[in-house]
């Protein structure tokens, strides 16, 4: 059995887990730990990047010793590290980076340096075992991409955001209208009591050719309509927070479905065509339905990895890893990558 240790710093997890991959047989998580730092940048609004960083210093060794216990497995019986080495916020890289070169080093151990968006493009071939081709839309704090996925280092971005974020535009609405950081499960929490057409909010980017994204429109529309009342009731914060995520879904199920007819003509031959959702902002319960029903109209399958393994995390780190060995593309000279903050 092949087994990776992968490590994750890039953002506000700490995190590390060891996959093993026996011949023939489907991919083993053999543990997944993620300690959350949530709690240290909640004060603030949103992610400190020197607070993150001595966060994972602090935290890594730990969680690493926790991963391979968990595993039942000793540094010596893994076969490389891989880590996270861009893109994110470079502090944290250069701690795992930095951490999984000296563990690789002392132990003589192969090292990978893996980027963070290959690992969230090849999860739902770890945990539903999906054939290439197939299309990628990864909506997170810091992305907002649809990424064709030909092959292991083989991506094509189709889409990306020109402003915002889709989960930084429900951070920003979620502090707007005082609710908790982070906000994308609140802004959800609160729409459940609202009523979604109240705001005629913008659907940006809708019906245009470009393919991209644009969330700064629509936060500027909430911004408006939450300062035009005051004092904000619990049910104009509801109303509000239904009538965002409804604007949201709208625009992204436009460009999601202008994807997925493309992704039809690119591949007329495509038996069971897939769209795979990654990051957080997955979790949202109105955007996965908007996303599941466009997918059953236009034929495709809808694969969403378990919240666990959507939202950041180091089993992606390690399956990234054993897919670049079995694939060959391993880089021989990983020990002098440096950190790539925007890789
Ligand atoms: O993938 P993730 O855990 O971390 C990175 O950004 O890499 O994504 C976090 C983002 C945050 O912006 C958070 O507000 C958003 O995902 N999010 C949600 C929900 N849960 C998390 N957005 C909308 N609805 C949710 N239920
Ligand atoms: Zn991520």
Redesign the pocket.
Known sequence: MIRVLGIET????TAASVVGLREGAAPEILSNVVLSQIEEHAAFGGVVPEIAARAHVEALDGIIEAALADADTRLADVDAVAATAGPGLVGGLIVGLMTAKAIAAASGKQLLAINHLEGHALTARLTDGLSFPYLLLL?????TQIVLVRGVGDYQRWATTIDD????A??KT?KMLGLA?????N??KAAAKGDPARFAFPRPMKGESRPDFSFSGLKTAVRQAATSIAPLSDQDVADICASF?SAVADALGDRVARALVRFREDYPDSEAPALVV????A???K?RSTLEELCASHGFRFVAPPHAL???NAAMIAWAGIERLQAGLADPDAMDFVPRSRW
């Open positions: 890039s953002c506000d997890e909506v997170s704090g810091g992305h974020a889709l989960g930084e429900f951070d979620a950081y982070p906000g994308g499960p802004v959800e995520q990654a990051g957080g902002v979790a949202n319960r955007i959507c939202t950041d």
